[in-house]
């Protein structure tokens, strides 16, 4: 089964509901200006607005291309009127493409799967390195200095989460929210056994005590 990440920076993208086409989920989240606060698998679809709150288009579409999780990201800057130097200053920060706003959910789908279609898939980092640390995404395998990692599915999600956002303190509620929509829902209690299992995992490679609890804030992964 296929996964397409389709973010938007508008609050659009929490309210849409993932859904499965044929063999491909096609999975929605919001788009903050320090990133996808959930685990990246598979291609990026990102929809940008060309006026933020926090920050421009503009300078959202540098940081995308500046992150690991989303530099190879197919990024739609969604303007506010159909101007010619906006689209080609767009075009110049790293957009691969535009279109008029205000969006939707249908204008969105027609947008990425006529992607698919043309056989221009957005790309996809399907391997990640951090120190003696590597996540083979396509394998869906961890490795500890080249030793497996003896992992169940939710577990390396989650190290795969930390290794996308190392050295920085992640609450329960955002590793939850980092996993996706699942049904039944995820609670804190599960998250806490998950962290424990991943833990034992690592330490029994020689990774020590990698995920540290910062007491009254969550977890972090630390990549020194």
């Known amino acids: 089964m296929q996964a397409i990440n389709i973010f938007l920076t508008d609050r659009l993208g929490e309210l849409i509901e993932d859904f499965m086409h044929g063999e491909t989920r096609y999975a929605f989240g919001r788009l903050y200006p320090d990133g996808p606060h959930r685990v990246v698998e598979g291609p ?3 929809f940008v607005d060309w006026v933020m709150d926090d920050l421009s288009g503009l300078e959202m579409c540098r940081r995308l291309r500046a992150d690991p999780r989303t530099e190879e990201a197919h990024i739609t800057i969604v303007l506010e009127e159909d101007d010619a130097e906006d689209k080609r200053r767009a075009l110049r920060a790293g957009a691969d493409d535009y279109m008029i706003g205000p969006v939707d959910r249908t ?3 027609d947008r990425v799967m006529a992607l698919q279609a043309g056989g221009s898939q957005p790309g996809v980092a399907e391997r990640l390195q951090l120190g003696e640390l590597t996540i083979d995404a396509a394998a869906l395998q961890a490795r500890w200095a080249e030793q497996a990692l003896e992992l169940r599915p939710n577990e ?6 930390f290794a996308q956002n190392p050295d920085r303190v992640l609450s329960r509620a955002d590793l939850i929210e980092a996993l996706g929509k ?3 829902p995820i609670d804190e209690r599960t998250v806490d056994v998950w962290i424990g299992r991943l833990r034992k995992a690592l330490r ?7 995920v540290r609890t910062v007491r009254s804030l969550g977890y972090v992964y630390d990549s020194h």
């Not at 029994?204 to 990698?210: E, N």
């Open 44 to 46: 990026v679809c990102a």
């Open 182 to 184: 699942q049904e039944p």
């Open 204 to 210: 029994d490679k020689g990774a020590g005590d990698r």
């Open 107 to 109: 204008s969105v789908l």
């Open 156 to 161: 390396f999600r989650l190290l795969r989460f």
